[in-house]
């Protein structure tokens, strides 16, 4: 297990899936699949690996499916992909390789992060 998955655990917040400010990213088989715009989150863990994180859910029906917290390393971001990692609920750490060439949830989620990184990184610039 490398520093980004080892720090993972020391990165995971408390999840919810009340929060009023989701916005939409692409429908699934699951549902519309959306962010919490205001839970971007981009810090160091404990290793001192960059990190870039926010909080997902599903909305099917008329209901919000578990949280899902999403974490990956920002080199990734510059590389177009990568190793991320996501807990869905009270799960365990799931590891997959995200692509911004991709089409599945998880290359979704990735490219938000993305986003939101190097929209930070450009206003820092200011």
Known sequence: ??????????????????????????????????????????????HGVLIVSADFTFFKDGIYGPPVFVVLGADSCANGGGEMVYVEGSGSPVSVFWSSAGHKVYDAAGIVLCAGYFQRLKEEQK
């Open 1 to 46: 297990m490398n520093k980004f998955l080892a720090g993972l655990a020391l990165s995971l917040v408390a999840l919810t899936a009340s929060a009023t400010d989701w916005f939409y990213i692409m429908d699934t088989v699951d549902g519309r699949f959306l962010s919490d715009k205001h839970s971007l989150k981009i810090e160091k863990n404990v």
